[in-house]
């Protein structure tokens, strides 16, 4: 069955960096476009960073600079490269797959930014 595993999460003060990485299974990842979101408490889910099957990456404007996407197609990952992370970046981040029609979602892996 398919499988979107995010990891890397972890408590980090403000300024701070985290790598995440989500491994894929049971799917033909070079042709899925891979996104990362995320969802604070009480808030809803955003599309924080997306890499399309050619290496292209768009990100929200909260993140411009400070966050890079990249993907390995031979291994199945997607990471997620966070710099000078913020109290409000802390979320739940998830794992994004999408390919036409079909689309999956990882469990999700926590990051807290706090001092």
């Known amino acids: 069955q398919v499988q979107l595993v995010e990891s890397g999460g972890d408590l980090v003060q403000p300024g701070g960096s985290l790598r995440l990485s989500c491994a894929a299974s049971?799917?033909?990842?070079?042709?899925?476009?891979m996104c990362w979101y995320r969802q604070a408490p009480g808030k809803q889910r955003e599309l924080v960073a997306g890499?399309?099957?050619?290496?292209?990456?768009n990100y929200a404007d909260s993140v411009k600079g400070r966050f890079a996407i990249s993907r390995d197609n031979a291994k199945k990952t997607v990471s997620l490269h966070m710099n000078r992370l913020k109290p409000d970046d802390a979320a739940v981040y998830y794992c994004?797959?999408?390919?036409?029609?079909?689309?999956?979602w990882g469990q999700g892996t926590q990051v807290t930014v706090s001092s």
């Open positions: 049971g799917i033909n990842f070079s042709i899925y476009a």
């Open positions: 994004y797959a999408q390919y036409s029609e079909n689309y999956y």
């Open positions: 890499i399309t099957v050619n290496g292209f990456a």
